[in-house]
T-cell receptor
Framework: DAKTTQPPSMDCAEGRAANLPCNHSTISGNEYVYWYRQIHSQGPQYIIHGLKNNETNEMASLIITEDRKSSTLILPHATLRDTAVYYCIVLSDYKLSFGAGTTVTVRA | GAGVSQTPSNKVTEKGKYVELRCDPISGHTALYWYRQSLGQGPEFLIYFQGTGAADDSGLPNDRFFAVRPEGSVSTLKIQRTERGDSAVYLC?????????????FGPGTRLTVL
């Protein structure tokens, strides 16, 4: 699976949009981009995934660049409960490979 | 509907003892996965079941670790002769079919502490 690069941490103001970047420059054509998050002491929670097209669900939006070398997860209106470690994962089979992720802190 | 459940939530044992960790996947999910998360790190893959069989056990660290899923639903991760380095959170996930387009849903984990 292709490696991903994420900033180690970022802060976000409550009520504002949080934009989380991820680089995956070695991604292959059949590899999906998945996002999970992990709130302290809980199991990872699925957020969203995509292949080429932008995706949106009730939790977030995923914007994938045309060359697929990077993506951005957007939390449209961050709340304090969105404070978590966010993992960007490129997946070609079934083994989720979690890196260090981005620790997102939402501040009131 | 009910998500993935894991029991116990916490397990404290002594070095050298045997432990069993249980995972109940989402009903109807044929694929089941075990991961291990050490303190301060992301989860690491251990084993993948497709139905009753272990399709990939390449992540199991050594032969003290074994997992079963005899009826294609509940799975048990078994650790023999536990060592202090086995202390971690053991996470279970399930998905409907398996594969890269199939979303894995995680349970809350079992925190194992080996004294």
């Amino acid at each position: 699976d292709a490696k991903t690069t994420q900033p180690p941490s970022m802060d976000c103001a409550e009520g504002r949009a949080a934009n989380l970047p991820c680089n995956h420059s070695t991604i292959s054509g059949n590899e999906y981009v998945y996002w999970y998050r992990q709130i302290h002491s809980q199991g990872p929670q699925y957020i969203i995934h995509g292949l080429k097209n932008n995706e949106t669900n009730e939790m977030a939006s995923l914007i994938i660049t045309e060359d697929r070398k990077s993506s951005t997860l957007i939390l449209p209106h961050a709340t304090l409960r969105d404070t978590a470690v966010y993992y960007c994962i490129v997946l070609s089979d079934y083994k989720l490979s979690f890196g260090a992720g981005t620790t997102v802190t939402v501040r009131a | 509907g009910a998500g993935v459940s894991q029991t116990p939530s916490n397990k404290v044992t002594e070095k050298g003892k045997y432990v069993e960790l249980r995972c109940d996947p989402i009903s109807g999910h044929t694929a089941l996965y075990w991961y291990r998360q050490s303190l301060g790190q992301g989860p690491e893959f251990l084993i993948y079941f497709q139905g009753t069989g272990a399709a990939d056990d390449s992540g199991l660290p050594n032969d003290r670790f074994f997992a079963v899923r005899p009826e294609g639903s509940v799975s048990t991760l078994k650790i023999q002769r536990t060592e202090r380095g086995d202390s971690a959170v053991y996470l279970c996930a399930s998905s409907q079919f398996g594969g890269s387009t199939d979303t894995q849903y995680f349970g809350p984990g079992t925190r194992l502490t080996v004294l």
